[in-house]
């Protein structure tokens, strides 16, 4: 694996998952309180929401909150947590090769060469 973490769509998680999640990473010892957010790595992290029962995932380009599931742009956790240069560079890279446009052609290599006048 290249340690890199691939996410097809963030899924919001039960304060128990998190709970796991932050003692594991803390070697064993359980948090004291939960906090009201855990960065995950550069491009992740994991928000309380208002009613103090689940984490939602959010990255620059999305997260697992209702607000960015039926509206569009950024919602208020990736404002918050994701400054406005990263979300552009986030939405800007695409994982499609860049590609010269499509141009089509009315005749054929071989035809091009004939009209041109090169053997």
Known sequence: MLNKIVLASPVTQSREAVKQLITQDNHGQEPTEMPSFYRLTGEMVLVLNGRKDAYYVTTPKTCSCPSATFR?????????????????????????????????????PS????????A
């Open 72 to 108: 569009p742009g950024p919602c208020k956790h990736s404002k918050r947590y994701f400054p406005q240069s990263m979300r552009e560079a986030a939405t800007q890279e695409s994982i499609r090769p860049k590609l010269p446009a499509f141009k089509p052609f009315d005749s054929l």
């Open 111 to 118: 035809e091009e060469k004939a009209a041109a006048g090169v």
